[in-house]
């Protein structure tokens, strides 16, 4: 059974930085894009950045420069480094499932892990 | 970006009411549209892609249609299962964006 768990969540103060992983478990997970949505209390659901088989990367405007995510296909694992943290960016983080070729719409996703950035 | 407007943002229906959600884009996004369904604590569950192709093992109450810039979500008989907060999002064009979200609600 395919399983994501996204972890590395906490409580940090504005300006810190973070690191999440996602762990996949039942796939192969070289095969498959990657990305990361977060969940706001105030956007709903907004799309963070999207990662292809070969470590391309696409980001969100308000991430560009800040974030990065990552991959590494011996570990079945994803990450998302995020720098200069602000209230904005207060959010649960689900990692989830792409496709073979694009990432567009997502069946599996992670249980997601929360961010807090407050001082 | 495709902006992604969802009307209403929240829905107070009966057990039994047919339910229509409405996704309106900002330009056309052609069939590149998908539904979620979003209950607290739990990753959101895929309902519906490429506008209107229900996803194996969705009940066959949901159903999506609409092409270019306006879609809508319907679910034909509102069960006990299906109150929660809906989202559509359109891939047609990077950056992926989200609508804002409908809450329904028990009347």
């Known amino acids: 059974e395919m399983q994501l768990v996204a972890s590395g969540g906490g409580l940090v103060q504005p300006g810190e930085s973070l690191r999440l992983s996602c762990a996949a478990s039942?796939?192969?997970?070289?095969?498959?894009?990657m990305t990361w949505v977060r969940q706001t209390p105030g956007k709903g659901l907004e799309w963070v950045a999207d990662?292809?088989?070969?470590?391309?990367?696409k980001y969100l405007d308000s991430v560009k420069g800040r974030f990065t995510i990552s991959r590494d296909n011996g570990k079945s694992s994803m990450y998302l480094q995020m720098t200069s943290l602000t209230a904005e960016d207060t959010a649960i983080y689900y990692c989830?499932?792409?496709?073979?070729?694009?990432?567009?719409?997502?069946?599996?996703w992670g249980q997601g892990t929360l961010v807090t950035v407050s001082s | 970006d495709i902006q992604m407007t969802q009307s209403p943002s929240t829905l107070s229906a009966f057990l039994g009411d047919r339910v229509t959600i409405t996704c309106r884009a900002s330009r056309s996004v052609s069939s590149s549209l998908a539904w979620y369904q979003l209950k607290p604590g739990r990753p959101p569950k895929l309902l519906i892609y490429k506008a209107s192709n229900l996803y194996p093992g969705v009940p066959a109450r949901f159903s999506g249609s609409g092409s270019g810039t306006e879609f809508t979500l319907t679910i034909s008989s509102l069960q006990p299962d299906d109150f929660a907060t809906y989202y559509c999002q359109q891939f047609n064009t990077y950056s992926l964006t989200f609508g804002g979200g409908t809450k329904v609600e028990i009347k």
């Open positions: 989830a499932r792409g496709g073979f070729t694009s990432s567009w719409w997502w069946v599996y």
């Open positions: 990662i292809d088989r070969d470590g391309n990367a």
């Open positions: 039942g796939l192969t997970f070289s095969d498959f894009w």
